[in-house]
């Protein structure tokens, strides 16, 4: 076989020394009534040739940024990765190791979370990050538990911006129903695109354990964070923000500038590849005093017993391998090789690439929602600032899909299936990968009806 | 709204940042460089095949957002192989959704929970035991069940009688690893899986050692309503220092309306995705779950075959029964169960010149070897969890039994210096205490930096 490497020899040999003359001997105390009925009916193997050629099929039966003028967003970002960074999570030392618990030799994996923690803790302006968790929405769900443990039993009512990704809520939502007594209320969203300040300082009060708001939020639309902390505080509530897309945060007041407590967010935009979605990562950060509390890994830094700097898993009564069901969560995983990939990429990036790259979205954003209002007729369906999505009125959006299929553009994201009171609302987003001609097929192509 | 700066970020070449990340990858042991035996890990080799296919940019490129029909390939990939995970485990229906074992666990216990409330009633409890991973209870918790622990009787195993004692209508489920932990058969699953469901509760098999079973026997015979699959184990994904895995849950077909969305339907030789299903837990991940992992395990299933599979088991068991045999007299072997695809010895006869388990790991790193699972699990004290996997070669096995058989000796006659080990790592033993008490978790330019 392809995978094992054990000759006629090899068996013979083996089972010798274990005292069986066939390898059938090894599992004849399953009962036989299993045994028989045990056998995979699956196709005999291919060879890699054949395996290439059969993937190559299905991966060609897709649309991808490298033969359609794409403009998707909505929570997974197209952008540059320098090949610096596949270049190092495909290290074999990196992808093939597994989670540090022997530290002594694993000081590669531990140093590079710790380098980690300290990135996302300088971009979200946050005090304590975690290892990583496995997406955007679980980080939020996360958060809402963390608040539940962090907050007093009367406090059980759970605000979500409905400017919130809409799949988040619903995970959210998963994860909360079967613990019976957290409420989750929806507040609504205003016409600047962003959660109604009025709604939410009415509804925030001495019940609410936390609120929840996306930053920038589903639209793109970045919130106006100071008047909702003002409500939290006000209201004793937890401040909870998403982000969907962290390379905003580069030019942006992070969420520690506006004192969020728990900071969280899907990490895929920087430097892991779309892939459908996954994987990616989930980050998590929140203040300090909260660290106890934290679900998933910890990175710690100490010293070895010759005063050797070094790096451990920490903190670790807080997990399910000790703590079983007292555990914070009952993950154990940290999406560690995406995380890699962030480090990498922030790192070679740097503080100045990071700006850059930001500024460049920003500036073709905000340049492709002027000639679609001026060129294509398109008004803006919000008035908020945004990052590098926005979304548009398209009259007649749903039956104008087939032609974009034609012409091979992919616009935008149709809001319709989440928001019915947006029927031919279009969500944008324009990146670094979008050049001035692509900007231009899609003016053209959302202009007439 | 704008920051001005983001302090402490890095300022560096391309150049040093590769020199910096290398450095660090020589710090890690890895599948790729040395034979890595923990236990209920199933560190098998990661084909290459696997990382070139998921790297098509047919595959790495694609957007979750995309319009069903533009994205027909990547849906018949999902549902071909919830369809060979069906085969392999035995069970009638598959998500991919969950993005690793745990979120599995939570998943499937998501999914007997609405089941039974739509019975009428959800019930408090599940019964767990003593040999379970920490993730069984901990995702009992977080889906609103009190953790009723069994201990499993001395040759390893549940027994139906323990679990009769305290099964009630207000179980819902018994969660069962099997093999389990220690490597042996649950033989009398059949009779347990019984004694459940008379009761009206189900059966949930955490699968993290399905690599003993492929060919052998398959959990949807065993009685099993639920079961969840590491593809990061018996399906070749690799581990990546800590993720990213998957975990996808099987279920018998009564149970399919509860499965989380979205589901992946055929009609017409077209593929769809259905959002709005009124029974389903609803959505525990966003999208697809962790597709390019997805990928990779397809690539590897379609690359062994239903006969590869088998004979991957096979390998898997012939290893474990090999080493263990090697090992025997050198280490105290608690439980003389035959061993499926890991077996777990202890510390006991190294304990009387106070050598223990972690310094026989550590002593192990000495030695190019990377250690068992220590401490695991619970019911053995002292443990070292061995899974060789089916990838590893018998000279291989033989050098591991050879180092394994040296620090016994050690034990013996120079206690001190398997006391003191590792010797020959980057950095010594760490101080772990001192982490936890005051804990140092990211970097902080010092005055001095800055000026």
Partial sequence: MRYTPHTAADKERMLRTIGLTRIEQLFDHIPAPLRERASVSLPAGLTEVQVKRRMGALAARNATPEGWHFFLGGGIYHHAIPSAVDAVISRSEFSTSYTPYQPEVSQGTLQAIYEYQTLLCQLTGMEVSNAG???????????????????????????????????????????????????????????????????????????????????????????????IQAACARAGALLVTVTTEPLSLALLQPPGAWAADIAVGEGQGLGVPMALGGPGFGF??????????????????????????????????????????????????????????????????????????????????????????????????????????????????????????????????????????????????????NEQEEIEHLVRALSGS | MLRDDIPGFPELGELEVLRHFTRLSHLNYAIESQFYPLGSCTMKYNPKINEVVARLPGFSLLHPLAPAELIQGALELLHGLEAMLAEIS?????????????????????????????????????????????????????????????????????????????????????????PNTLGIFEKNIQAVADVVHKKGGMVYLDGANLNALMGI???????????HINLHKTFSTPHGGGGPGAGPVGVKG?????????????????????????????????????????????????????????????????????????????????????????????????????????????????????????YFPLVASGALMIEPTETESRETLDAFAEAMGAIAREAKENPALVKSAPHTTPVGRLDE?????????????TKKAES
């Fill in chain 1, 284 to 433: 998590f950060t929140c203040q300090r005093k909260f660290v106890r509390s934290l679900p998933g890994r910890l990175v710690g830094e100490t010293v070895d017993h010759e005063g050797r700097r070094g790096f451990v898993l920490t903190l670790s009564t807080r997990e399910q391998h000790i703590r079983r069901e007292k555990a914070t969560s009952n993950i154990c995983t940290s999406q560690s090789l995406c995380v890699l990939a962030a480090t990498v990429f922030m790192s070679t990036l740097g503080k100045n690439g990071m700006r850059r790259l930001a500024e460049v979205n920003v500036n073709r954003a905000h340049e492709t929602r002027e000639r679609l209002a001026r060129e294509a007729g398109l008004a803006p369906a919000f008035s908020g600032p945004f990052f590098n999505e926005f979304v548009v009125d398209v009259k007649g959006l749903a039956r104008r899909q087939g032609r974009f299929s034609a012409e091979k553009i992919l616009p935008g994201i149709p809001l319709a299936r989440w928001y019915p009171e947006l029927p031919d609302s279009l969500l944008i987003c324009v990146t670094e990968m």
């Fill in chain 2, 217 to 227: 026997a398959k959990p949807g015979d065993m009685g099993v309503d639920v079961l």
């Fill in chain 2, 90 to 178: 035995g069970m009638d229906r598959v998500t991919l959704q969950p993005a690793a074992g745990a979120q599995g666990e939570l998943t499937g216990l998501m999914v007997i929970r609405a089941c039974l409330k739509e019975r009428g009633n959800p019930r408090r409890k599940i019964i767990v035991p003593d040999t379970a991973h920490g993730t069984n209870p901990a995702s009992s918790t977080l889906c609103g069940y009190d953790v009723v622990q069994i201990p499993s009787n001395n040759r390893g195993m549940v027994e139906a009688g323990k679990v009769e004692e305290v099964m009630d209508e207000e179980v819902a489920a018994l969660m069962l690893t099997n």
């Fill in chain 2, 433 to 445: 205490a001192r982490a936890a008490r005051k804990p140092v978790l990211r970097w902080e330019p």
């Fill in chain 1, 133 to 227: 968790l496995y997406d955007g929405a679980s980080a939020t769900a996360e958060a809402v538990l963390m608040a539940r443990r962090l907050q007093p039993e009367g406090r059980r009512r759970v605000l979500l911006s409905r400017a919130l990704h809409p799949q988040y809520r619903a995970v959210v939502s998963t994860y909360l129903k079967n613990l019976g007594d957290v409420e989750l209320v929806e507040v609504p969203f205003d016409r600047s695109g962003g959660t109604d300040i009025d709604a939410l300082t009415k509804s925030a009060d001495a019940k609410t354990m936390c609120v929840v708001v996306g930053y920038p939020n589903f639209f793109g639309v970045v919130e106006d964070l100071a008047p």
């Fill in chain 2, 254 to 374: 009564f149970l399919e309306d509860y499965l989380p969305v979205p589901r992946i339907a055929k009609s017409n030789g077209n593929f769809r995705l259905q959002e709005d299903l009124p029974k389903s837990v609803g959505r525990v991940r966003s999208f697809f779950g962790n597709f390019g992992i997805l990928v990779r395990a397809y690539t590897y299933i379609i690359s062994l075959g239903g006969d590869g599979l088998e004979e991957t088991s096979r390998m898997a068991l012939l290893n474990a029964n090999y080493l263990r045999k090697k090992l025997e007299g050198a280490y105290h072997l608690p439980y003389p169960e035959p061993c499926m695809h890991e077996c777990v010895f202890t510390d006991r006869l190294q304990h009387k010149e106070g050598v223990t388990t972690l310094d026989i790991a550590k002593r192990l790193l000495d030695y190019g070897f990377h250690p068992p699972t220590i």
